[in-house]
């Protein structure tokens, strides 16, 4: 019978089995890069995106704030129209759908996930107030229908209606210059 030496065996096994560790281990880092690398693309579109939405957010500020001063001036030269901001989230939406989340710092994730949250909200906002104002502007000159009243006394109803809007312009400009402030934290962690 042959003398059988486990020692070269062992050195055979263990080598095979480091062989293959290594591999698993150069095969784990390379993914690792490659999502990182997706990551950074991810990154570089939502930081796209918010730039742009930078400038629609403040456009539609300026505009809101002229309306406030207006009404807050001579409410009978309003016409009550919200400019809705029409920001993107595609961006984030993709990122989202990739899990970036794992393959970027958590504050900057957090502040993205809060920007995109505030801008839902806005939206949600605006499309509700589109809507009361549509209804306003529409229905507002026949609210005197069948009631016998003088120009001035119309004149003073519409202008204390058009300032009851007043708050509601304060709470757009309110949150519009919130996300216009989360947007510059954001652009500052990029």
Do not use: C
């Not at 784990?28 to 629609?56: C, M």
């Not at 001035?152 to 400009?173: C, H, N, Q, T, V």
């Amino acid at each position: 019978m042959k003398n059988i030496t486990w020692t070269n065996h062992l050195i055979e096994f263990f080598t095979v089995v480091l062989g293959i560790l290594l591999a698993f281990g150069l095969n784990t880092y390379y993914n690792n890069k490659v999502e990182e690398e997706r990551a950074l693309h991810f990154l570089e579109g939502i930081r796209l995106e918010i730039e742009e939405n930078t400038k629609e957010v403040t456009q539609k500020l300026t505009y809101h704030k002229g309306i406030l001063d207006t009404l807050n001036i001579n409410p009978s030269e309003v016409i009550l129209r919200l400019k809705t901001s029409r920001v993107k989230d595609f961006a984030w939406q993709i990122a989202q759908e990739n899990s970036i989340s794992q393959h970027i710092p958590y504050d900057l994730y957090r502040r993205l996930a809060e920007i995109y949250e505030t801008q839902d909200d806005l939206k949600l906002s605006n499309k509700e107030a589109s809507a009361m104002m549509s209804h306003v502007n529409v229905l507002s000159p026949f609210y005197i229908v069948g009631v016998d009243v003088s120009q001035e006394e119309a004149k003073a109803f519409s202008e204390d209606y058009k300032r009851g809007w007043a708050p509601i312009f304060e709470d757009f400009i309110t949150a519009e210059q919130n996300l216009i402030e989360l947007y510059k934290e954001a652009l500052e962690m990029f």
